[in-house]
T-cell receptor, first 114, second 112 residues
């Protein structure tokens, strides 16, 4: 089983619609969670961190379900500029100075259509 | 405010050649890592470092070497380039404890 799994899409969504996608992770020791955005041929950039209580940043809402080990991202009132690949990222933090690595999903490709 | 700087942005190598991809960060981050990104494969970790003088292998380390002599620099060396190493390479850095990772702009490498 892959450590972080995402539906690769593409999700074709009309402008103004709401779109949601999920990500599942396999390691229950995962402690930090993020959504990154990657535009074509560019580097990934942090979109938002994901907190246990859920969090919102403008049109974007992230949720974490630790019991079921999944993370979700909801985009409301989608814009053409939201077209990108969205990467689900989990981090395992080991105490004592061990490895502290980010594990990336393969990404979900979102296309907003006019 | 440079962040993470990668050079070169583009490179074409012949099979068997060696080269070094440079990565430097000015944020005093302990953690640095190299990823490669191939179509349909996502980001795969090549090597990482948790501090100066400490490096370790990631998921796909074969054919690559790294060193971390300073906090700022984390070069990636291709020992003998192969066509299978054609990819986009990203360097990233972050501080400890699950914080945001900052990426360089990437190096597009083609091995012919």
């Amino acid at each position: 089983r892959k450590e972080v799994e995402q539906d690769p899409g593409p999700f074709n969504v009309p402008e103004g619609a709401t779109v949601a996608f999920n990500c599942t992770y396999s390691n229950s020791a995962s402690q930090s969670f993020f959504w990154y955005r990657q535009d074509c041929r560019k580097e990934p950039k942090l979109l938002m961190s994901v907190y246990s209580s859920g969090n919102e940043d403008g049109r974007f809402t992230a949720q974490l379900n630790r019991a079921s080990q999944y993370i979700s991202l909801l985009i409301r009132d989608s814009k053409l500029s939201d077209s990108a690949t969205y990467l689900c990222v989990v981090n395992i933090f080991y105490s004592g100075g061990g490895a502290d690595g980010l594990t990336f999903g393969k990404g979900t490709h979102l296309i907003i259509q006019p | 405010n440079a962040g993470v700087t990668q050079t070169p942005k583009f490179q074409v190598l012949k099979t068997g050649q060696s080269m070094t991809l440079q990565c430097a960060q000015d944020m005093n981050h302990e953690y640095m890592s190299w990823y490669r990104q191939d179509p349909g494969m996502g980001l795969r970790l090549i090597h990482y470092s948790v501090g100066a003088g400490i490096t370790d292998q990631g998921e796909v380390p074969n054919g690559y070497n790294v060193s971390r002599s300073t906090t700022e620099d984390f070069p990636l060396r291709l020992l003998s380039a192969a066509p299978s190493q054609t990819s986009v390479y990203f360097c990233a850095s972050k501080s400890g404890g699950g914080t945001e990772a900052f990426f360089g702009q990437g190096t597009r490498l083609t091995v012919v």
